[in-house]
């Protein structure tokens, strides 16, 4: 039996919430790190202020080990959840996470501070002591503490000979009982006539199965050397057949008693024969053992206080006590005996010091020598009670005379009365007093000696006997009263007879017993104390005693669940040996008070009812659970009527399932209930019920399950005002709340209840669609009163659809396609209006471009872009759980996306040409940001094109769907070429006007002699600039500058191919010195600048540009033949020391 946890109360649990309220607050001084904080955090909402957890705490069926296990269960799945730390293992995490939380629970109590006193109630689940379990059930059944002192005192309770006695007697009545019920055929109504017989061989057995058990525990043993033999009986043997003469009889070397005595010498008196200074000592001794000596004392202060301990087996032995003084003579071999005193002690014999007077040798002088000494001798636990007694028999002590007595118990059914002589171990006569009666008797005429006269009597035996007094009469006579076992009890001679009263009081020679008698009397209880258990209802009595007793084990501090404490087991299941109740009337009455508590809200653990329910069921089904074969009609109508009431509340709390185990709490009740309704629901023992009638009874509870879960969470979420009477928005506001709620339920479900109904999956998601279609009655109006065109309710669904999808069982279910037909119109629409939407912004967009650069383009692609991938992110995050469906929404938004990316690579290209058409061919043009603008939402159009336009692979639409993309892709590559082609022809056109100023000095030209002759007149008189540098000069800058934009090959080759024409048309012709200057002054710059841009070698030096370098080469050297240094150090050879 497991030990109960410490119940909470209301009060307890508002302190807790407390603390883990001062604890979020950052009140209290724990340290912790936001995971831990996120983890208390939700187990205060979700648990602690549950509402279904208060219901629990009141019906006292939970305890502080719930409230530690429900969030150790929370914080194992999010531990597990988190990344792997190096040097941290999850379990230290989750042990730290406990402790934190032990902590929080604790509050700010000292643990190490002293624990009050327990409590009677805080004992009740330990081993209780006999005092203990006599408290416990005086609160039980509300006897007063007087009350029990005088059953107590009157019933001899602490008297176990008296106790096993009445045990006797008690069996004795029962079978008497027995016979007189077969005797009279007044049987219970039984369910076959046949088990009348079968029922008085069940009591009997019963019985003897008793007095078997009480036969086998061992007597207390008087001492090492004490032998006890038992009788030998057969365990069916009838109480009844002891006293028969084929029974085992004693034998006088069957009863062997061990004594212990102990003598103690304290001084001798009268000593005057010895001078004072001699030496004396004492010896003392039990006939037939060993001799001890006391220490050596000076005649004239002899005292000691000196002890010998001895055993004998010798119920009268002889005790030698000798003194003597230390002889002086030389030839003296033994010292000299000054004195002896010889006692014959018994039990009863006077346990204080006395004088006694010494026995001195002939002519001594200490004629008054007397010895001080304390002689005790303590009875052995078997030896009931012993002393003289004048006995006379027809059996044994044929011969009227005064003996030594012992009552002897050999074992608990046998007894002895022996007779002893003294310095005998054995007894002389014995008599086994089975089967006799003893009572009180007149004296006997013709008998002298003895006063009190009492006889045991038995068919053909009669033994008188007489003490000296009445109350060693009365001793007597209730020793052999118990060891008989006699359902008579002697009554004494009246009060009257032997008490004289004086004013109303009595003589202070009355015993206790009588004294008891009379005050039980005044105060009413010798009804109680008279009564003969034998004739009680003890069926009655037990339903009584067991129905307190669960009341006040409900009532007490410990989360019982319905299981009694093991002292209370203890005393109900001896009560019920000890009576005779039988088992299926026990348990039937167990389960009939444990239903009543069960139905009035207070948790009962279902393996309690399982257990009593089954053992009633193999009783009544005749499985014979305690070895009872008799089933009465009452116990087999109680049964079906528990059964019936023990289906409904199983069917009950399988509907409320939520609320009558919350959050997986008892642990494992639910399963443990699931179990007893499968048994409560077989027919017989043997045969199973059927899975399909299983199934049908928990799709049954299920359903009213669902209604009722959501009701409740209608009620808790206040839903119904707001959906009569809210504004729209208000609704689906509402509604997404509620939903959350609902998938909140749903998931609680799974987490604390799945496992008790993992036999019928397919029943639990029924459950869950029949919650989800109460919920789609208000989602339903919540939606139908949204206006035309609200995209509002799509987080509704994404809620919904993330939680359904993810369920194997719910996913594609009934309401999961309801909802998935509801907002396929949506989806649809709103991707329509998305795309016409998006169309739209394109023409505006680009008509009003101003190609200022935003980010990566402009800010018409700039918002194409992001409208279509949000478009894209939004489908993709609905995760549509039907594949065909998202699989067409998919293709559209990539066909859609490619449409749109076609047609903004369109518009930049016109807006490209445009641009050029524009702008000048001078040196002084500049690409524009605008121009790089175009270039860029091209290069991101590409990009983006990777990302919007391409499909997943593996899908059936793909090979189309590749030569789509592959178009789309071809037009932005055909697009960027042309603009750069476009481009470079501007900057061609922009050295082809250069070109054309120098064709200017073309030799034989009138231009040509007019610039020479200007030129050098003025060069006489100032400095004039060489003629052509400054035209070099600033192509070279304009091509520098707008290489930072563009670095392209093409520029390059078109380039030295303009050169090369000019210088091909002028084949005939001579340069002219401002020519040759210019041209090798752009030539060998460009060839730098494009070299440094990353140009290759192979690009650089194509055929063109060796025509060319050839060809300013020869003209170079031609004018240093004929004009010296006219070029003023410009040459076609490489040179560091060259203008940059």
Not at 244 to 252: I, R, V
Request: with cysteine; charged share 25%; hydrophobic share 35%.
């Amino acid at each position: 039996m497991s030990r109960r946890q410490q119940k909470l109360n209301r009060q307890q649990l508002l302190t807790i919430k407390e603390r883990f309220q001062a604890f979020l607050s950052g009140e209290t001084q724990i340290v912790a790190d936001e995971a831990f904080c996120n983890a208390i955090r939700s187990y205060f909402e979700v648990f602690l202020k549950s509402d279904r957890v208060a219901r629990l705490v009141q019906s006292g069926g939970c305890s502080a080990n719930d409230f530690r296990e429900v969030f150790k269960k929370n914080i194992e799945k999010r531990v597990r959840s988190l990344p792997e730390i190096d040097g941290l293992s999850k379990e230290t995490v989750l042990s730290s996470w406990i402790a934190k939380f032990d902590a929080i629970y604790r509050g700010e109590e000292d643990l190490r501070k002293q624990l009050p006193r327990m409590h009677l109630n805080a004992v009740s689940e330990l081993i209780l002591s006999k005092e203990q379990l006599y408290e416990m059930f005086q609160h039980i059944l509300g006897v007063k503490k007087f009350e029990h002192q005088l059953l107590y005192n009157a019933c001899q309770l602490d008297n176990a000979d008296e106790q096993a006695a009445q045990i006797r007697r008690e069996l004795d009545g029962r079978l008497q009982l027995a016979d007189q019920m077969a005797k009279e055929r007044k049987y219970p109504k039984f369910v076959a006539k046949e088990m009348e017989i079968l029922y008085i061989e069940e009591l009997k057995s019963s019985v003897n199965l008793l007095m078997a058990n009480l036969e086998s525990l061992p007597v207390s043993k008087g001492g090492s050397e004490f032998k006890l033999q038992k009788l030998k009986r057969s365990q069916n043997s009838s109480f009844l057949d002891i006293g028969d003469e084929n029974d085992t009889q004693l034998s006088k070397s069957d009863v062997v008693l061990s004594f212990t005595l102990e003598i103690v010498i304290i001084e001798v008196q009268g000593l005057r024969s010895v001078a004072p200074n001699r030496i004396v000592y004492c010896t003392m001794e039990v006939e037939g053992g060993e001799k001890l000596q006391t220490d050596q004392a000076e005649a004239s202060r002899p005292q000691w206080g000196t002890q010998g301990d001895f055993t004998t087996t010798h119920p009268l032995p002889v005790v030698k006590v000798k003194l003597f003084t230390e002889s002086t003579g030389v030839l003296a071999l033994e010292d000299k005996e000054l004195g002896k005193v010889v006692l014959y002690p018994t039990p009863n014999s006077p346990k204080s010091p006395e004088l006694h007077k010494m026995i001195v040798p002939k002519n001594s002088q200490d004629s008054e020598l007397r010895i001080k000494l304390a002689v005790r001798m303590d009875k052995p636990p078997n030896t009931k009670h012993c002393g003289y007694l004048y006995a006379l028999g027809q059996k044994v002590w044929k011969r009227w005379k005064r003996r030594y007595f012992v009552l002897v118990q050999v074992s608990q059914y046998t007894f002895a009365m022996c007779s002893y002589r003294e310095k005998k171990s054995e007894p002389q006569e014995l008599m086994q007093l089975e089967g006799y009666t003893v009572d009180y008797t007149d004296p006997q005429p013709g008998l002298t000696g003895g006063r009190a006269f009492f006889n045991a009597v038995k068919e053909g035996d009669t033994v008188v006997f007489a003490s000296d007094d009445d109350q060693d009469r009365n001793i007597w006579v209730q020793a052999m009263c118990r060891a008989t076992g006699q359902s008579y009890k002697p009554v004494a001679p009246t009060l009257a007879q032997k008490h004289n009263f004086k004013g109303g009081n009595l003589h202070t020679d009355m015993p206790m017993s009588q004294l008891n008698s009379e005050r039980t009397q005044k105060l009413g209880m010798d009804e109680f104390i008279a009564a003969d258990p034998c004739k009680c209802m003890h069926t009655a009595l037990f339903q009584v005693l067991q129905k307190q007793t669960l009341q006040h084990r409900m009532n007490d501090s410990f989360s019982c669940l319905g299981w009694f404490s093991p002292g209370q087991v203890f005393v109900l299941d001896e009560y019920c040996a000890r009576y005779g109740v039988r088992g299926c009337h026990r348990h039937l009455c167990y389960l009939k008070e444990l239903t009543e508590y069960a139905e009035n809200s207070a948790v009962i653990d279902p393996t309690l009812l399982h257990y009593s329910f089954a053992f009633c069921a193999s009783h009544v089904h005749g499985n014979r659970p305690d070895g009872i074969g008799t089933v009465t009609t009452e116990e087999k109508e109680q049964f079906e009527d528990i059964k019936s009431r023990l289906l409904s509340l199983l069917e009950n709390q399988i509907v409320h399932f939520r609320y009558c185990f919350p959050f997986g709490r008892p642990e494992g009740a639910l399963k443990a209930t699931l179990s007893l309704l499968e048994r409560v629901l077989m027919k017989d023992i043997s045969t199973p019920v059927l899975p399909d009638d299983m199934k049908k009874v928990i799709r049954k509870c299920l359903e009213k399950a669902a209604l009722i879960n959501y009701s409740r969470l209608t009620e808790y979420a206040k839903i119904e005002d707001t959906m009569n009477q809210a504004a729209p928005a208000k609704k689906l506001e509402d509604v997404m709340r509620l939903g959350e709620l609902c998938i909140e339920v749903l998931q609680q479900n799974e987490e604390h209840h799945s496992e008790a109904f993992a036999w019928w999956p397919e029943i639990m998601a029924e459950h869950a669609e029949i919650f989800w279609s109460l919920y789609a009655v208000d989602m339903d109006a919540s939606l139908e009163a949204q206006p035309q065109d609200s995209w509002d309710s799509f987080p509704l669904f994404q809620l919904l659809n993330n939680y359904l999808r993810n369920d194997t069982l719910l996913c594609n279910g009934k309401f999961h396609k309801h909802l998935q037909d509801y907002f396929i119109p949506l989806v649809i629409r709103y991707i329509d209006l998305m795309e016409s939407s998006i169309a739209q912004s394109i023409h505006r967009g680009f008509e009003q471009e101003t190609w200022q650069p935003v980010n990566n383009g402009s800010t018409t692609s700039e918002d194409l872009f992001w409208k279509l991938d949000a478009l894209q992110m939004f489908v993709c995050d609905l995760h549509w759980p039907e594949p065909e469906f998202a699989q067409h929404l998919e293709q559209r938004l990539k066909l859609m996306a490619s449409d749109m990316v076609e047609a903004s690579v369109k518009r930049t290209r016109i807006a490209f040409d445009a641009k050029m058409q524009k702008a000048n061919k001078s040196t002084d043009y500049r690409i524009s940001p605008s121009v790089c603008t175009m270039f860029n939402v091209l290069m991101d159009a590409k990009k983006q094109c990777t990302k919007l336009c391409v499909l997943d692979a593996g899908q059936e639409f793909g090979k189309q769907w590749q030569q789509y993309h592959s178009k789309t892709d071809d037009l932005i590559e055909e697009a960027f070429k042309e603009m750069i082609s476009l481009l470079v022809s501007k900057f061609v056109a922009v050295l082809e006007g250069v070109l054309a100023k120098l064709s200017r000095y073309d030799e034989g030209t009138l231009f040509s002699s007019i610039l020479s002759f200007t030129v050098k007149a003025a060069a006489k008189y100032v400095d004039v600039p060489n003629p052509g540098m400054d035209l070099a000069d600033t192509y070279i800058t304009f091509v520098r500058q707008n290489q930072d934009i563009l670095r392209d090959k093409q520029w390059y080759t078109s380039s030295m191919k303009a050169i090369c024409v000019w210088l091909t048309d002028r084949l005939d012709l001579q340069l002219h010195m401002y020519q040759l200057k210019t041209l090798i002054r752009i030539v060998k710059k460009s060839y730098r600048d494009f070299r440094l841009q990353s140009v290759l070698e192979g690009t650089l030096n194509n055929k063109t540009y060796e025509t060319v370098y050839n060809r300013l080469t020869v003209e170079e050297a031609t004018v240093s033949v004929t004009n010296g240094s006219d070029l003023q150090g410009i040459s076609m050879r490489d040179s560091d020391e060259e203008e940059g």
